[in-house]
């Protein structure tokens, strides 16, 4: 929601950004302020992934120009887990399996890392346990999923809800969600858009990635954003992406890339 | 093999020294065993790098440094080890510098098993002590041999299942000091037990343990063994276990090798048909630390079934081995077997050699194998961080992670605790 007067988190000037000697991200500007929810749609490949790492501070891309300011610090001095610590948060397009670390042992060390950070006190196993399984309530998700690995074997839909989970776990100042929906099933999809919504407030903000009109019928968008070639090159309201999905990117003068061979970056341990 | 070199002569000949000081027996079988082995030390050679089986695991060290008998034993208090002592075990047999501390054990007497002093064996004893711990071609069983006294001797009762765990633990108390350890443990057809073989030091001088086991079952016996491998930073520990699985006996075995500037285990396993067995290790070594794993299972009539999972976790400039031999004989046919060897290698000094050894000669089996030697994932590292974890926090927990695995294994929920917590201590030391 846009509030009137309220605060800066975001301020992304002319970023650069490439990987392996390519450029990807080619003069990007976005300002995000508190209360706000903005969407990024755009064609495949053309850098929304990309920019929500180099926002979490994935050491695979170097920034080569331009600016990212957090409520007004210099995030990109920052290594990946101050920025965390700062308050900012994503949630994979494909969250990383973890085999042998026990979701429950993982999540309470990263909330109570993330809280020690912030002068605020640590929970004991116990009580984490209960905060934690509150927090899964919300989500309808099993408690199970506690015991499991982190990630592993779960479903594509029960790994998104596992990173909203960390999301309401961590409160950060600033959520990026890169397709958080896709992979959701109708009900999941409304059940993590409604979790979505409960931790919306006016001290922080969040950056949905898209290809689709129907989570923003859940989580309703402040600003829509067009993507192309590693650029914002359109903003609009919410009815921005409906003019979307009924016309698709030609018109805005987006382009589709051809279907690169995808490959998510996993590498045998 | 080679004559004896003059070193390796004056190496074997001071620790043999005290050996003829050695209290005859009243067995006459046993002193007979002793006499056979010792007749096999004045043959043998210290192993090399030139001996295939000893290539990557340079033992030079040892023999450069001179060690002798136990002397004068050291009198523990039951204090001075208690924080050794794992809940869950009923019966504990402690050994202090390779003797038998009776006063520090503890028998229970209603377990339905016999534990004694391997001393004060009897007839089921002679038929298998030695006997499938080959001494033959092995100068460190030899020497175990030729030094035999006292040790563990477990009989559980046909169709007895043991409910509590057994647990051996052998303390190293002296700097210089070679220690003998022996264990037999005799499963009768039927019977089910824990065994938990325990090394571990109250010193952080150098001395040597060469210790044998041999684990015989009977038909369709089952035997849980555990193997802490926690000597003292500068201790040598060289042991060979012998283990013989009768028809549709099934044994489980995770060993994990933690401690000791240089150590070796070899574990042999003999299968009939229709056994079973899971053979899991993990060593996590760091500085200059050496630990090899030799294993052979060798699958000698049909329809046997093995598993095996060894992982490394090594820092520093430590070197692990790992030589992960099976054996299916001709006429083993329908023998299912899998290894796997994993290594995290955590700095890039650290090293590795493993290998698979297969030796197939039945047609109708299934076999696989595979190795992986690989570093933490930059990917998981990342993903991690992006939740706060510092650089060090989230390597600490994949590291943690790729040994829990093995740890989790472990059957005894006090021990299993226990490693866990060592192995988060020692990795978030060495990163
Ligand atoms: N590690 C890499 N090496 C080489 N090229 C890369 C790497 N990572 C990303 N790219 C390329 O950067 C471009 C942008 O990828 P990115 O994942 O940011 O796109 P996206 O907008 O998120 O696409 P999608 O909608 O399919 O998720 C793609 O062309 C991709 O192939
Ligand atoms: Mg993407």
């Known amino acids: ?269 | 093999m080679s004559a004896v070199t003059p070193v390796t002569a004056t190496y074997l000949e001071s620790l043999l020294a005290g050996q003829a000081q050695l209290a005859a027996s009243p067995l006459a079988w046993l002193n007979t065993l002793r006499a056979a082995a010792v007749e096999r030390v004045g043959v043998l050679t210290v192993p090399t790098l030139r001996d295939e089986d000893w290539r990557f695991t340079d033992i030079s060290l040892l023999t450069k440094m001179s060690f002798h008998p136990l002397r004068t034993a050291i009198n523990l208090q039951a204090a001075d080890i208690e924080r050794f002592h794992i809940a869950e075990a009923a019966t504990r047999l402690v050994f202090v510098d390779g003797v038998f501390a009776p006063q520090l054990s503890n028998i229970d007497i209603n377990s339905g098993v016999l534990v004694s002093n391997l001393a004060a064996g009897g007839a089921a004893c002679a038929a298998h002590l030695g006997r499938h711990a080959e001494f033959h071609n092995n100068v460190f069983a030899a020497l175990n041999t030729a030094f035999l006294h006292d040790g563990a001797l477990i009989v559980v009762p046909r169709n007895i299942s043991v409910a509590t765990p057994i647990h051996l633990l052998f303390i190293a108390t002296q700097k210089d000091v070679a220690s003998y350890p022996r264990c037999l443990l005799l499963a009768e057809s039927g019977s089910a037990v824990t065994l938990i073989e325990d090394y571990v030091a109250l010193q952080e001088e150098a001395y040597f343990t060469n210790a044998v086991t041999e684990i015989v079952l009977a038909d369709s016996a089952r035997v849980n063994h555990v193997r802490v491998q926690r000597e003292g930073a500068q201790g040598f520990h060289i042991a060979n276990c012998a283990v013989s699985l009768a028809r549709t006996s099934n044994y489980q075995s995770v060993s994990v090798a933690l401690g000791a500037r240089i150590s070796r285990y070899n574990l042999n396993v003999q299968m009939a048909e229709g056994a079973e067995c899971a053979v899991d290790g993990l060593a996590l070594i760091s500085e200059r630390q050496l630990a090899d794993t030799h294993t052979c299972i060798d699958h000698a009539q049909p329809h046997g079934v093995s598993r095996q999972l060894h992982k490394c976790i090594v820092g520093g400039s430590a070197h692990a081995v790992f030589n992960g031999k099976i054996m299916v004989r001709q006429g083993a046919q329908h023998t299912d077997s899998q290894q796997s060897s994993r290594t995290l290698l955590l700095t890039g000094r650290a090293q590795i050699d493993t290998k698979p050894q297969l030796e197939i000669f039945a047609d109708d089996v299934k076999c696989t194998h595979g190795a992986t030697v690989g570093q933490l994932d930059s990917e998981e590292v990342f993903y991690l961080q992006s939740r706060g974890l510092s650089d060090t926090a989230a390597r600490n927990m994949l590291t943690y992670a790729f040994g829990a695995e093995i740890i989790d294994r472990i059957p005894i929920t006090s021990l299993k605790q226990q490693l866990e917590q060592t192995v988060l201590e020692q990795t978030a030391s060495q990163l």
Not at chain 1, 16 to 34: M, P, R, Y
Not at chain 1, 163 to 169: C, D, G, N
Request: aromatic share 6%.
């Open chain 1, 1 to 269: 929601m846009i509030y009137p007067g309220s605060k800066t988190i975001l301020e992304v000037r002319g970023l650069c950004a490439s990987v392996s000697g390519t450029e990807i991200l080619k003069g990007l500007d976005l300002t995000v302020k508190s209360g706000e929810v903005h969407a990024i749609m755009g064609p495949n490949g053309s850098g929304k992934s990309t920019f929500s790492k180099v926002l979490a501070g994935h050491s695979a891309y170097q920034v080569t120009a331009g600016s990212v300011l957090l409520e007004g610090k210099n995030l990109l001095d920052l290594p990946p887990e101050e920025r965390a610590r700062a308050g900012v948060f994503l949630a994979f397009q494909y969250p990383i399996e973890i085999p042998g670390v026990a979701n429950s042992q993982f999540l309470r060390l990263t909330y109570n890392t993330v809280q020690t950070q912030r002068g605020k006190e640590e929970l004991d196993p116990l009580e984490f346990d209960d905060f934690v399984r509150e927090k899964m309530k919300l989500l309808e998700m099993s408690p199970d999923f506690l015991d499991r690995s982190v990630n592993e074997g779960f479903s594509g839909g029960e790994k998104k809800r596992n990173e909203i989970l960390q999301m309401a776990l961590l409160e950060p100042r600033l959520a990026i969600l890169d397709e958080t929906d896709s992979g959701l099933d109708i009900d999941a999809l409304r059940i993590v858009s409604q979790g979505v919504n409960k931790l919306a407030n006016k001290d922080n903000a969040m950056v949905l990635v898209t290809h689709y009109q129907r989570l923003l019928n859940y989580i309703v968008p402040d600003f829509v954003h067009v993507m192309d070639d590693g650029r914002i090159v359109k903003t609009g309201g919410k009815e921005l992406a409906l003019e979307l999905e009924a016309r698709g990117y030609d018109w805005v003068g987006a382009k589709h890339r051809g279907a690169a061979p995808k490959v998510v970056a996993k590498v045998a341990a």
